[in-house]
């Protein structure tokens, strides 16, 4: 085995290299995200930005091919349950219009705002999240199409998450299945409670926040929405996700409650950012 | 031009290109929710090229270019990650590990595990217990799908990167694992 001399000018780069990653790491961290390296870190992602969407553009079929691949077992699950959700509609067409009554009383009752008078921006996901601990996805647009920090970003399903930066030519959204990422939710019986993330592909986690009310009544499937309340960052009325998991503890006064999110945003191209703030 | 110079050049590059392919494909590319680590592979494969000095230089800057596309956590923390990483992987190719033909995707298999807890472990103590927010299972399912990823592209990733090394001083030392620059054979210092 070949032995080689160990050199003291390795060592020494190292030391300097580990110590100049500590700085950056201090001063990012004392900047609270309003820094010299937010700013660069800012215009680097613009900088790639034009890149990125010329790569993901086509580099896409390659990227479907093995997600269909890689996913294909799921998938087929996926298109059989399908093709009996179509198989048990078409056999409740007949009911449909009586539904179609009574979801239109549910949206009354419930006062569901009218989503479309919020003015939204149809966006593109460039980045999927780049690192495996990383809950967020990158948008291709920004400041500049009228996106800001804060706004709320949903799919076809329901909420996908927050704008949590953004620079003028793109944006990081937060998911909502990030730790930090928290969200007022209205359950059975008036009581409100806050869904937050625990981490990519696991539920959300449910806590109630109306003790003087009776527990809530929670089943599995029911569709919990955001409650709207002042202070809240969304609108009334986005669906958050499907109920998948309910349980008393014994000794316990309230439910413990997780919820599937309604989107999987790894599955998805485009997103709305609807252009709302708290009033 | 010079050859070093040039060489580093290219290396730039490689990174270059494999921070956009990684935003682009890589990220999509997910089993079991767990997407493969382009950059991370780079380092190892820099390590394994050009030695520890080597690696440390290119882990620093891959990790940093990671850093600039990561909002969750600091400026900084990837620099550290994939220089010690870099470093540890140089200075084990220079004093432990022999020249063998699986010596480039178990290396990157051990080293992607190594540098996925170590980022997870170096980010908890600086204060971003987010990245432990998928508890212990998300941690081992990332730290065994990505190693098991790295294994895998390594192959080509260590080809193309022995390419863009060749003419570099850590290269032309310890010669590379895979690759052009294989055909020369190791020139070690006694």
Not at chain 1, 143 to 162: C, D, E, K, N, Y
Request: positive net charge; aromatic residues 6%.
């Amino acid at each position: 085995m070949a032995v080689y001399r160990r050199s003291s000018r390795t060592r020494n780069v190292l030391a300097v290299l580990v110590l100049a990653a500590l700085t950056l790491i201090t001063i990012d961290a004392r900047s609270n995200g309003s820094g010299a390296l937010t700013s660069v870190r800012g215009a680097v992602s613009d900088a790639f930005s034009p890149l990125q969407r010329a790569t993901h553009a086509a580099l896409a079929p390659i990227g479907n091919f093995l997600t269909g691949a890689i996913d294909y077992g799921s998938l087929r699950a996926e298109n059989q349950k399908l093709r009996q959700e179509v198989a048990g509609l078409q056999s409740q067409a007949v009911s449909s219009s009586a539904a179609e009554q009574q979801y239109k009383q549910l949206l009354q009752e419930m006062n569901l705002p009218f989503v479309g008078s919020i003015p939204t921006v149809a966006v593109q996901i460039i980045d999927q999240g780049f690192s495996n601990f990383d809950n967020s996805l990158t948008i291709n647009k920004g400041t500049a199409s009228g996106i800001a920090a804060g706004q709320p970003v949903v799919a076809a399903g329901g909420l996908v998450g927050t704008v949590l930066a953004a620079t003028s030519h793109t944006a990081t959204v937060r998911l909502l299945t990030d730790p930090s990422f928290a969200v007022g939710v209205g359950l059975q019986g008036g009581n409100v409670a806050s869904a937050s993330g625990q981490g990519r592909f696991e539920p959300m986690r449910v806590t109630i926040d109306s003790t003087k009310l009776p527990a809530p009544v929670m089943k599995v499937g029911d569709t919990v929405v955001t409650t709207g309340l002042s202070l809240e960052k969304f609108p009334k009325g986005i669906p958050v996700g499907k109920v998948s998991k309910v349980s008393t503890p014994p000794g316990a006064a309230e439910p413990t409650i997780e919820l599937a999110p309604l989107v999987n945003p790894t599955r998805l191209s485009y997103l709305q950012v609807l252009l709302w703030s708290p009033a | 031009m010079n050859p070093v110079l040039t060489a580093r050049l290219r290396i730039a590059l490689f990174l270059v290109v494999a921070i956009v392919i990684q935003t682009a494909l890589g990220t999509d590319m997910r089993v079991a929710g767990v997407a493969p680590d382009l950059m991370v592979i780079g380092v190892i494969c820099a390590g394994l090229t050009g030695g520890a000095e080597s690696g440390a230089w290119v882990g620093f800057w891959a990790g940093l270019l990671t850093d600039m596309f990561l909002t969750s956590t600091p400026v900084g923390l990837s620099a550290l990650t994939y220089c010690l990483v870099g470093a540890a992987v140089g200075a084990l190719r220079a004093s432990v590990l022999q020249e063998r033909k699986l010596l480039v995707p178990i290396t990157a298999l051990v080293g992607t595990a190594g540098a996925v807890l170590l980022f997870v472990a170096a980010g908890d103590v600086l204060g971003q217990t987010q990245l432990m927010g998928g508890g212990r299972s998300w941690l081992i399912r990332v730290m065994v799908v990505e190693s098991l990823w790295s294994a895998v592209l390594s192959l080509p990733f260590g080809y193309i990167y022995a390419w863009a090394a060749r003419g570099s001083v850590g290269a032309d030392r310890l010669g590379a694992p895979i690759g052009p620059s294989s055909r020369t054979g190791v020139v070690p210092t006694k």
